[in-house]
């Protein structure tokens, strides 16, 4: 499979701070503070403690299958019926995954900035560029990564710097005025987010090298402080109860910036932040569901993609689910999320233990 390996381990943290970062930057903040208020940042600190015990399957499970391509890996040892279910199971996570994302960016978009462009308009425009890198393949995914990604650092750092007039860090505590069960709320919350490190598991055979468990580890931690600096940001600057009630706070920190009294309304780079980890978000997860899909010709391969683009913005935009994907995005499914998730990477490491002879393809 050598000649699969394409990218190098810094590739892949660029990947997955971005495609990951999307979600525990902008999407799952809003859910931790409707749960947990106040005491949101306390139970994203607790999980980034767990996380790095629970990381250590994805480490094993990526061990026990020397990273091969994790669905060639079920055929080999389980046959075609197993591989099969296990295929429609995850790329129907990912492909839900992908369409929340759309939904989210599209949504934001046509409220922030775009309010007279039709959303199906703005879906379309996403969905075919997404198309456009996914059928390049990872190695596109990497060097797109590699150029937004310094740039979306350098402004998180940025506006976290510029706001400091704004910030009042007591407004951190007391902790635990409600008692502990806000805190296993956010946990709960925060959990589900970091558990989509599983997505290390389908894009393992790109990697050039072997990963040790502290690569996974760092990569876990990077993402939980994602999560935690502007999720403490937002407390900070708006107190619990009024972060509470935005919609997007790491969007609405972005509003409060002012580089002198010439200099105002630089809200605009937060599009740069969201769009970037959207295009990779969805990117990844449509090379990952084409993975899981036998088809070789890449006129057939590309014609695949078309189709799951189209189903992606022709579903998101029913109202039903429109509504649906709202609730979860407000944490209203993050224990299902946490418990499919949990579920799902332990029974991968599960069969990973599993001795029986190789098959043949």
């Not at 991968?348 to 599993?354: G, H, M, N, R, V």
């Amino acid at each position: 499979m050598t000649n699969i390996k394409q990218i190098s381990t810094l590739n892949i943290y660029f990947i997955m701070l971005l495609a990951l970062g999307i979600t525990n930057h902008v999407i799952m903040i809003p859910a931790l503070l409707q749960s947990a208020g106040r005491d949101a940042w306390f139970g994203v600190l607790v999980t980034i403690v767990i996380q790095i015990a629970w990381v250590y399957i994805i480490y094993f499970i990526m061990k026990r299958t020397n990273q091969e391509p994790i669905f060639t890996w079920f055929k080999q040892r389980f046959g075609s019926t197993l591989t099969w279910i296990f295929t429609i199971i995850t790329v129907v996570y990912f492909f839900i995954m992908a369409m929340i994302i759309l939904r989210e960016t599209t949504t934001w978009l046509n409220v922030s900035y775009l309010p007279q462009t039709p959303k199906i308009a703005i879906s379309i425009s996403i969905i075919l560029l997404c198309v456009y890198i996914a059928n390049n393949g990872i190695r596109s995914i990497a060097i797109i990564s590699g150029v937004l990604l310094p740039f979306v650092w350098i402004l998180g750092h940025f506006v976290a710097i510029a706001n400091m007039q704004y910030k009042d860090y007591s407004l951190l505590t007391p902790l635990f005025v409600e008692g502990y069960r806000p805190t296993l709320n956010s946990v709960i919350v925060a959990s589900g987010g970091f558990m989509e490190l599983i997505v290390l598991i389908f894009i393992q055979q790109y990697v050039s090298r072997k990963l040790n468990y502290l690569s996974v580890v760092m990569l876990s931690v990077l993402l939980g402080g994602l999560t935690i600096g502007p999720l403490m940001g937002a407390i900070s600057s708006f107190g619990a109860t009024m972060a509470t009630q935005l919609r997007y706070p790491a969007f609405e920190q972005w509003m409060l910036v002012t580089i002198t009294k010439y200099v105002t309304h630089v809200d605009f780079l937060a599009l740069y932040q969201w769009m970037s980890g959207s295009l990779i978000r969805i990117s990844l997860f449509l090379l990952i569901i084409s993975n899981g899909i036998p088809i070789k010709k890449p006129k057939w391969r590309l014609l695949f993609l078309f189709i799951l683009g189209a189903l992606l913005t022709g579903i998101s935009l029913i109202p039903r689910i429109d509504k649906e994907i709202e609730q979860y995005t407000l944490g209203k499914y993050s224990i299902i999320s946490l418990v499919f998730l949990s579920t799902l990477t332990l029974m991968i490491a599960l069969f990973t233990t599993i001795k029986v002879k190789t098959r043949k393809r």
